[in-house]
């Protein structure tokens, strides 16, 4: 199979490991920065036979793609294919105008911010180094690199964060007028440093996360952006206007397209098979080196897998969800009474939440595919 058109590329350093993250990370390691983006690239000519000429997407996500050495990062941006949106994630400390000078010329056409947080005692139980005037430096280096795709990742949710908290929150992001918004609730998985720390307060923070999730979604419609996903927010205009804000990459996630992912940790999705990058640096690394394939776990996808996942990530969008055949994991009296109950629409081709649907989300979803 070849044509994919999305490109995920995982770059896993980062100066701190903060309590709650579980992705693959490596702190540090300076040194290994250059080995690791020749690794990438070997990766990805063997993977180039999958990949359309030109892509409509490519995702450096991490770690903190912005904390790999300058030298580095510019090397694997030149040799990345072409693709109508380039997003490099970065930490706001790490944006210097030398930085995002490097990114623009790079081609990098969309940079996603991880603040987190505007109030300093918050951030410091998120364990996150950047403050809030570094959010607004990094906010205003890229608009003065030309970038006119900024978007900013809020958490919700964090033990002690009242509601007056949060409310300052977003006005505080809705003053940089930020292209997207992604605003996720605090999900600190079992194991984690964050979860032994904070347990009992998450536990009570819980009973407020409807909402918290009500309020951000009332205060940034309100502010004009579009709530076009379940956690994610654009500017007005998308997709009629000329620049479509929302973020194409994850578009094809939530809309079940095959992608390519290099990288540790990094998964791949195509037809029915699906792969991921053990996390391993070393074994990853040292693989490449000899010419072979990363280290990876295979899993097979059947019809009704594909199926149920089409289902679950496309009613988190604002848009119809094409049935083509995914009818026949729905359950049809689930269906029935959801829509007696004013929480989806649905006619002979297309399922759609409505806004109260949307809000209930997941459970609206699992009742669906029960």
């Known amino acids: 199979m070849s044509g994919v058109r999305h490109l995920y590329v995982h770059l896993p350093f980062c100066a701190h490991r903060c309590g709650y993250c579980d992705f693959v990370t490596v702190v540090g390691r300076p040194n290994e920065h250059e080995r690791y983006v020749d690794a990438i690239l070997a990766e990805l000519a063997l993977e180039r036979p999958?990949?359309?000429?030109?892509?409509?997407?490519?995702?450096?996500?991490?770690?903190?793609?912005?904390?790999?050495?300058?030298?580095?990062?510019?090397?694997?941006?030149?040799?990345?294919?072409?693709?109508?949106?380039?997003?490099?994630?970065?930490?706001?400390?790490?944006?210097?105008?030398?930085?995002?000078?490097?990114?623009?010329?790079?081609?990098?056409?969309?940079?996603?911010?991880?603040?987190?947080?505007?109030?300093?005692?918050?951030?410091?139980?998120?364990?996150?180094?950047?403050?809030p005037e570094d959010v607004r430096r990094a906010v205003y280096a890229l608009r003065d690199a030309n970038f006119d795709n900024i978007s900013l990742d809020l958490i919700y949710g964090v033990p002690g964060q009242s509601a007056a908290d949060l409310e300052r929150d977003l006005g505080a992001a809705l003053a940089l007028k930020p292209d997207h918004l992604s605003c996720y609730e605090l999900e600190a998985k079992p194991g984690t440093r964050f979860t032994h720390t904070f347990g009992d307060e998450l536990a009570r923070q819980a009973d407020a996360m409807e909402d918290y999730f009500e309020r951000v979604v009332e205060r940034l419609t309100g502010a004009g952006y579009r709530w076009y996903e379940t956690a994610n927010f654009c500017r007005p205009g998308a997709p009629a206007?000329?620049?479509?804000?929302?973020?194409?990459?994850?578009?094809?996630?939530?809309?079940?397209?095959?992608?390519?992912?290099?990288?540790i940790g990094a998964v791949s999705?195509?037809?029915?098979?699906?792969?991921?990058?053990?996390?391993?640096?070393?074994?990853y690394m040292t693989a490449l080196e000899r010419g072979a394939g990363p280290?990876?776990?295979?899993?097979?996808?059947?019809?009704?897998?594909?199926?149920?996942?089409?289902?679950?990530l496309g009613l988190r969008l604002d848009e119809p969800l094409v049935l083509d055949g995914a009818e026949n994991v729905l359950d049809p009296d689930a269906l029935e009474r959801l829509q007696r109950l004013g929480l989806a629409r649905a006619d002979a081709s297309t399922l759609t939440l409505t806004d109260r649907g949307r809000f209930l989300g997941g459970g609206v979803t699992a009742e669906l595919l029960a």
């Open 50 to 131: 999958l990949l359309a000429d030109e892509l409509d997407t490519v995702f450096l996500g991490g770690g903190t793609p912005t904390f790999t050495r300058p030298a580095a990062l510019v090397r694997l941006l030149a040799a990345l294919p072409r693709a109508v949106e380039v997003t490099v994630e970065a930490n706001p400390e790490t944006v210097t105008p030398a930085l995002a000078t490097l990114l623009r010329e790079g081609g990098v056409t969309r940079v996603s911010l991880g603040a987190q947080s505007f109030e300093p005692r918050l951030l410091r139980v998120l364990e996150r180094s950047a403050q």
């Open 241 to 263: 206007a000329a620049v479509d804000f929302r973020a194409r990459h994850n578009l094809a996630y939530w809309r079940g397209r095959d992608y390519v992912g290099l990288g």
């Open 269 to 283: 999705t195509l037809g029915d098979d699906r792969w991921r990058n053990r996390p391993g640096l070393a074994r």
């Open 295 to 312: 280290p990876r776990d295979h899993e097979a996808l059947d019809d009704a897998v594909r199926r149920r996942e089409r289902v679950m």
